[in-house]
């Protein structure tokens, strides 16, 4: 994992976030992939922020390994996710996303209706 990424991760500042966007380095979008997982070693904190970064990324490639997590995430886990299956819109993002339609947390239901811009 680069160096830039790695301090990404660990700041709280949505700036840096978009730097890593805006780079689109290879290296970093195979890292962000790797921490789509349940391995209790991977902080959540870090894991959401990598599910943001993919969501805007714009590749597919993640799809199946964030349908495979979703069910087992926490609330915060759950909202990024779909919402980077969401904006990555395939064929399987919208049966994993209707699977929380009527999920008892608002804010996932939140993350699901589609907004107005």
């Known amino acids: ?3 830039e990424l790695t301090a990404v991760l660990e700041c709280d500042c949505a ?3 978009e730097a890593i966007l805006k780079a689109r380095r290879p290296q970093d979008f195979e ?6 997982s349940l391995d209790s070693s ?4 870090h894991r959401n922020k990598a599910l943001y970064l ?4 714009g590749d597919p490639a993640p799809v199946t390994a964030i349908c495979r ?3 087992q995430l926490n609330e915060s886990g759950r909202i990024s996710a779909i919402d980077a299956l969401g904006r990555l819109d395939t064929q ?3 049966s994993a996303i209707l699977h929380y ?7 996932i239901t939140f993350a699901i209706k589609p907004q107005r811009t």
């Open 1 to 3: 994992m680069s160096k």
């Open 54 to 57: 993919l969501g805007r990324w």
């Open 15 to 17: 700036q840096d976030l």
């Open 101 to 107: 339609v009527k999920d008892p947390s608002l804010w």
């Open 42 to 45: 991977i902080k959540p904190g």
């Open 69 to 71: 997590i979703l069910p």
């Open 31 to 36: 890292a962000l992939q790797g921490l789509v």
């Open 92 to 94: 399987e993002t919208l």
